[in-house]
């Protein structure tokens, strides 16, 4: 697609449950990033791919947290034992460039709420 | 640490009208990029204006434009000729030269009344 791509779009987990984010970037995108939006909030970092490297990992908030781009295209964040505290928005940006010069195109959002 | 503030929560302009948004930052670091993005209801975010710090000169795209004050620590945004479309959630973000993170300030809401 021409676009950044989120799924799922919406997910409701009962806590405890494990979820499994999946963002698609813009074909030969070197970069790409998952930041967290808490409701009313500003996007916070959460980590950063160059090709399937994660060379920043220090904004997941513990241990339940995990991302991985393993052929250095598709990135899934996962959360295990969901916790009501880990509700918000989650999005995925890709950037055609490494380093932090490069325009960071967005996705929609994969809004999580947990139960 | 560096940090973004908006301290608008909330801005309202009548359609056609000029607004100007608020946006501060603080860094020790003096290579840095200056963005404000557009989020509409969709939640995508959409890049409307840069500002690399060793600039002087305001970045203009067509109706939007920045007043930078790099000593001031002060980016903010003006939007001329308000249109309906303009409403949206406005975030300031900040990327430092050395880091790949953005740090976004917690946004301020913009009404446009017809």
């Known amino acids: 697609g021409a676009g950044v791509s989120q799924s799922p779009r919406y997910k409701v987990a009962k806590r405890g449950q494990d979820v499994a984010l999946r963002c698609d970037p813009i074909s030969g995108h070197v970069s790409l990033f998952w930041y967290q939006q808490a409701l009313g909030q500003g996007p916070e970092f959460l980590t950063y791919?160059?090709?399937?490297?994660?060379?920043?990992k220090s904004g997941l908030p513990s241990d339940r947290f995990f991302a991985e781009r393993p052929e250095g295209s598709v990135s899934t964040l996962k959360i295990q034992r969901t916790q009501q505290e880990d509700s918000a928005v989650y999005l995925c940006?890709?950037?055609?460039?490494?380093?932090?010069?490069?325009?960071?195109?967005f996705g929609e959002g994969s809004r999580l709420t947990v139960l | 640490a560096q940090t973004v503030t908006q301290s608008q929560p909330e801005m309202s302009v009548q359609e056609a009208e000029t607004v100007t948004l608020s946006c501060t930052y603080d860094t020790s670091e003096s290579d840095y990029y200056l963005f404000w993005y557009k989020q509409p209801p969709s939640r995508q975010m959409i890049l409307v204006i840069r500002q690399e710090a060793y600039k002087q000169q305001n970045a203009t795209e067509n109706r939007f434009s920045v007043n930078f004050q790099k000593a001031a620590k002060s980016f903010s945004l003006k939007i001329s000729d308000s249109q309906l479309g303009d409403a949206a959630m406005y975030f300031c973000?900040?990327?430092?030269?050395?880091?790949?993170?953005?740090?976004f300030g917690s946004g301020t809401r913009l009404l446009v009344r017809p």
């Open positions: 791919f160059q090709n399937e490297a994660q060379l920043d």
């Open positions: 973000a900040c990327r430092m030269d050395s880091s790949y993170k953005l740090i």
């Open positions: 940006a890709s950037s055609p460039v490494q380093g932090p010069t490069g325009e960071l195109f």
